[in-house]
């Protein structure tokens, strides 16, 4: 009697330790959620609207952007679309992948230059990075593109830098992958390697072109992560010329401010030389162990139903109805399956969370409810046989 009263009092302690931590993953889960909304909310730029240059009548002021964002460089805008963002560039490719403009972590990170383009945006190819979000944010208007209509619409836009004013004119919407090194490893690009390099690459889609652009001398491109594919870019290639506004002298450095660190120098080798990175290292990507802990867990749930049954050959008939039971569970395991080999690329490298492990979290909260009530429930079936027995 006395065994018995401690294995109920330790399956009672169990199942109270199951209800607490099923109830804490939901509500977390749905702290989650709340704050990715927030922050897909928050990097609409609504932060830094404010100091988005003044166009005057022939003059551009862009002194308050300088002044309050510390490595902007520009400000973009494409007409009638979310993308009216400050430019910034960082030492690196990587760094405002994971940083906002103002170099606080962010999971949208910012919209900015690639560390290998000069900041004056002289060259005649200028790449910019940015995160797609699924509600439009960032560069996820460059997926609304796709549809001919929307590309026929939106045409046209602003570059504001700090030594000048550009009219942009989209030239046209390309596909493609994050290795291209026609698309990601250059800072030059005449009209004809466009033709030439470009468009008639076989690893490069042309989705969608504007006719009415025949030549251009300088390009600014948008790239950011394409829905349908890990490694799938949309490329919006873009010419920009001068709009002939003068941009208002910007201040000149305190004399008093120190000189800036130079960067650790990873990116270069034993003998200084820079090294070189090609690809868009801006895509979110990476496979969450927090959602394969929920994976494995969720499974875990079924397993004594899975054993029980295939132990009771015999009873079969009788096992199955009891196997409807946890029937919950094995729909919840098999959508958390479905997500992870849908969403999570384990080539990729491994980080804490992504998007999904807020629905992760809430399958396996669920799972673990729906296994307690179905435990629960068998515990006092099989404690009404024993008292049926005696």
Excluded at 32 to 59: H, L
Excluded at 139 to 148: H, N, R, T
Excluded at 294 to 320: F, G, H, N, Q, V
Aim: hydrophobic residues 35%; glycine residues 6%; proline residues 5%.
């Amino acid at each position: 009697m006395a065994f018995a009263s401690a294995l109920k009092i330790a399956n009672t302690l169990v199942s109270a330790v199951a209800t607490v931590t099923s109830v804490s993953i939901m509500a977390f889960s749905g702290y989650m959620i709340y704050e990715n909304q927030y922050v897909q909310n928050r990097a609409y730029g609504s932060r830094s609207i404010e100091y988005k240059p003044e166009v005057k009548e022939d003059s551009v002021s862009i002194n308050g952007l300088l002044e309050n964002i510390p490595d902007a460089n520009g400000w973009i805008t494409m007409d009638d679309t979310h993308i009216d963002y400050p430019v910034v560039q960082g030492d690196d490719d990587v760094y405002y992948a994971s940083h906002d403009e103002y170099k606080d972590p962010s999971l949208t990170g910012a919209i900015y230059l690639q560390a290998k383009n000069l900041s004056d945006y002289s060259e005649s190819y200028s790449l910019l990075y940015g995160h797609h979000m699924d509600n439009g944010a960032m560069f996820g208007d460059l997926s609304k593109y796709i549809e001919e209509d929307y590309f026929k619409e939106h045409l046209t836009g602003t570059l504001v830098t700090k030594d000048g004013a550009y009219d942009i004119e989209v030239v046209s919407l390309l596909e493609t992958d994050a290795y291209e090194k026609d698309i990601y490893d250059r800072t030059s690009l005449t009209w004809e390697e466009y033709q030439n390099q470009i468009k008639n690459n076989g690893n490069i889609k042309v989705i969608n072109e504007n006719p009415n652009v025949t030549d251009a001398d300088k390009f600014i491109v948008l790239s950011t992560c394409e829905g349908n594919a890990t490694d799938g870019r949309l490329v919006l290639i873009c010419k920009i010329t001068e709009s002939g506004k003068n941009v208002e002298p910007t201040p000149s450095p305190k004399p008093d401010e120190p000189t800036p660190t130079p960067a650790p120098d990873d990116d270069k080798d034993n003998k200084g030389a820079v090294i070189v990175k090609t690809g868009d290292p801006y895509d979110g990507s990476g496979w969450s162990i927090l959602n394969l802990c929920c994976l494995l867990l969720t499974i875990t749930t079924i397993m004594p139903y899975i054993s029980d049954w295939a132990a009771k050959k015999e009873e079969r008939k009788r096992t199955l109805r009891e196997f409807a039971g946890p029937l919950g569970n094995i729909i919840l395991a098999v959508i958390a399956i479905m997500i992870f080999i849908t969403y999570e690329n384990m080539k990729l490298p491994m980080i804490i969370m992504d998007k999904y492990t807020p629905w992760m979290l809430i399958i396996l909260g669920m799972a673990l409810v729906t296994e307690e009530l179905c435990s629960g429930k068998k515990k006092k079936e099989e404690l009404g046989e024993e008292k049926a027995d005696v």
